[in-house]
């Protein structure tokens, strides 16, 4: 059975950080990417950052420079740094995993319910 469970959220103040992680158990041999995608209310679900087998990266421009996405070496944890916080960073944030980033894009693969952010101003 897959699970992926995040943790991490809360409340912040603008400027602040804040560091989820999303422990991943029973992912199917060949799920390359992982990464961590949010809504805002009344927004549309939006990725923020990837990362490939092979470490590589890659970052929403609106989170370039504030945020980082790292796994630990088994691969069975994700993390997202999140620093400089902004209030248009507010929204639930899930972390999903899959074969293809475009897949998990349109929804599909393993995701996990969510951990809430919200960054005051």
């Known amino acids: 059975q897959v699970q992926l469970v995040e943790s991490g959220g809360g409340s912040v103040q603008a400027g602040g950080s804040l560091r989820l992680s999303c422990v991943v158990s029973g992912l199917p041999f060949g799920s390359r990417y992982m990464g961590w995608f949010r809504q805002a209310p009344g927004k549309e679900r939006e990725g923020v950052a990837s990362i490939f087998s092979d470490g590589s990266t890659t970052y929403a421009d609106s989170v370039k420079g504030r945020f980082t996405i790292s796994k630990d070496n088994a691969g069975n944890t994700l993390y997202l740094q999140m620093s400089s916080l902004k209030p248009e960073d507010t929204g639930m944030y899930y972390c999903?995993?899959?074969?293809?980033?475009?897949?998990?894009?349109?929804?599909?693969?393993?995701w996990g319910q969510g951990t809430q952010v919200t960054v005051s101003s």
């Open positions: 999903a995993a899959g074969n293809e980033w475009w897949l998990l894009q349109r929804g599909f693969g393993h």
